[in-house]
């Protein structure tokens, strides 16, 4: 069992940035996989990127590609979304999600991970 927890969204003009954490409590993570998605207003929930139980390996949706940066640390057991260059179509709540994984792959399919985050809003706007 995982427990979640985002933070670091908030307001930030286009061309800013911003670091968004994510806190994981419960068991251990060398066997987990986890992923970052966000949900705009009126639209679906979609991925913007994961990253596998090791760390060496890493997808991007098409949103995120040169922009954003995952990592984490199963040690400190947290997540971190860095995020440049924003902007307006960014806006939306961004959700930390966890999944189990032996290989050391991820995905970015919504469905594919059972644990989840509250999320935190993040708006782009001038």
């Known amino acids: 069992q995982y427990q979640l927890v985002e933070s670091g969204g908030g307001f930030v003009q286009p061309g800013g940035s911003l670091t968004l954490s994510c806190s994981i409590s419960?068991?251990?993570?060398?066997?987990?996989?986890i992923g970052w998605f966000r949900q705009a207003p009126g639209k679906e929930r979609e991925g913007v990127v994961c990253?596998?139980?090791?760390?060496?390996?890493?997808k991007y949706g098409d949103s995120a590609k040169g922009r954003f940066t995952i990592s984490r640390d199963n040690f400190k057991k947290e997540a971190t979304l860095q995020m440049i260059s924003l902007e307006t179509e960014d806006t939306a709540v961004y959700y930390c999600?966890?999944?189990?994984?032996?290989?050391?792959?991820?995905?970015?399919?919504?469905?594919?991970?059972?644990?989840w985050g509250q999320g935190t809003q993040v708006t782009v706007s001038s």
């Open positions: 999600a966890l999944r189990n994984q032996l290989k050391d792959v991820c995905g970015t399919t919504v469905g594919a991970y059972e644990y």
């Open positions: 419960g068991s251990s993570l060398d066997y987990s996989a």
């Open positions: 990253i596998s139980r090791r760390g060496g390996y890493i």
